[in-house]
């Protein structure tokens, strides 16, 4: 009897250890709303991409952490998934590739300890994760800036190499390095991707340091002609208000299979101040094009008013307009993609985060 209680109190006490060793969290937000827009329909969208995700870690020792993280994204008005958020969809759509990527968002596993964290797989861009810190809507919904508008854009990159540096005196270094998709085979994605392939990379230094934040990034697309952008920022908080500048250039030298060869520039300014549960938001983005027959330039107004009914439940609501040179420039900048030299567009629904 004493051998078979001491069995179990060891049993209890090794198996909370494990458990305090290993964390696992079940995350996710479900989003969905109303937007009109001239020239489309009324239909449901989201503000957030709904999603739902996994990730942990286990405590290796000496200070040292093995990490992961799985993440799905999907339309919750719909089922359906959301696209890959990669800028070369559209041309492999060009080249015959019917098939879409059936995980869209972060897989990949890593090591974390004194020195930084490093992760191997599918992770978000840092172009894409930093530049929503200067984006006053994080770049959700309608009124997102227009770095997602860039030929660029890509939220996540798949077979990436993902470093970020512990942080000194308010200083940090993220870097990636992602590898091309190279098969030497003979289908015309692979000789597409044989005369234009090559490596991406990105360097992200970043500077927070109580109200400042600064921050810039170098991006590389892989197989892509050697096509790359750049931007700079930052935010800076006064008491209850907070303001945000930012600057993104885009070079897309890639004009096989495309009409988008040329640059992108973009401009954005905006604010958010918070009283309590509510929310003000507004900015100002301006995107000028010179690619083929996408030339000319697009200002984008919007406000944005969210209100929080908990930590994690709030309603949000944005208004834009948009004013293009010409109907072409439209259909890039243009939130619904319609060919109109201006647009308006009004958003409104409700997020919930678990």
């Not at 009324?42 to 040292?64: C, H, P, Q, T, V």
């Not at 800076?236 to 004009?255: A, C, H, I, N, V």
Request: aromatic residues 12%.
């Amino acid at each position: 009897m004493k051998k078979t209680l001491v069995a179990a109190s060891l049993f209890g006490f090794f198996s909370a250890l494990a458990s305090a060793q290993t964390s696992v969290n079940i995350y996710g937000i479900v989003d969905t709303g109303l937007i009109k827009e001239s020239g489309s329909d009324l239909r449901m969208g989201d503000y957030m991409a709904s999603r739902i995700g996994f990730k942990g870690n286990e405590d290796l020792g000496n200070g040292l952490k093995a990490t992961f993280e799985m993440e799905q994204r999907f339309r919750l008005a719909t089922g359906k998934l959301t696209g890959n958020y990669s800028w070369d969809e559209g041309i492999r759509q060009k080249l015959g590739e019917e098939e879409k990527m059936q995980w869209t968002a972060s897989s990949n596993v890593g090591l974390a300890g004194h020195w930084g964290s490093v992760r191997l797989g599918r992770v978000m861009s840092m172009v894409a994760e930093t530049f929503t810190m200067i984006d006053p809507f994080d770049q959700n919904g309608i009124a997102s800036s227009y770095s997602v508008n860039s030929f660029l854009h890509s939220h996540f990159l798949s077979n990436t190499v993902r470093y970020e540096s512990p942080t000194f005196s308010g200083l940090e270094l993220g870097l990636t390095y992602t590898l091309g998709d190279d098969k030497h085979g003979d289908t015309p994605k692979d000789e597409f991707v044989k005369r234009n392939g090559n490596d991406g990379f990105a360097i992200n230094p970043r500077y927070h340091n109580g109200p400042l934040l600064l921050l810039a990034n170098f991006e590389r697309a892989p197989d892509s002609g050697n096509s790359c952008r750049w931007d700079v920022g930052g935010t800076y908080q006064l008491g209850k208000l907070k303001l945000f500048l930012g600057y993104e250039r885009s070079l897309f030298k890639l004009d096989e299979m495309t009409d988008k060869t040329g640059n992108q520039k973009e401009w954005l300014a905006g604010l958010q101040y918070r009283m309590g549960p509510h929310m003000i938001l507004a900015s100002f983005d301006r995107g000028d094009v010179d690619a083929g027959k996408y030339n000319g330039h697009a200002n984008k107004y919007a406000v944005g008013y969210n209100y929080d009914f908990s930590k994690r439940t709030f309603l949000y609501s944005s208004l834009i307009y948009v004013d293009s040179s010409n109907d072409n420039v439209g259909s890039v900048y243009n939130s619904n993609g319609a060919a109109q030299d201006s647009m308006t567009g009004i958003q409104i629904g409700l997020n919930h985060k678990f």
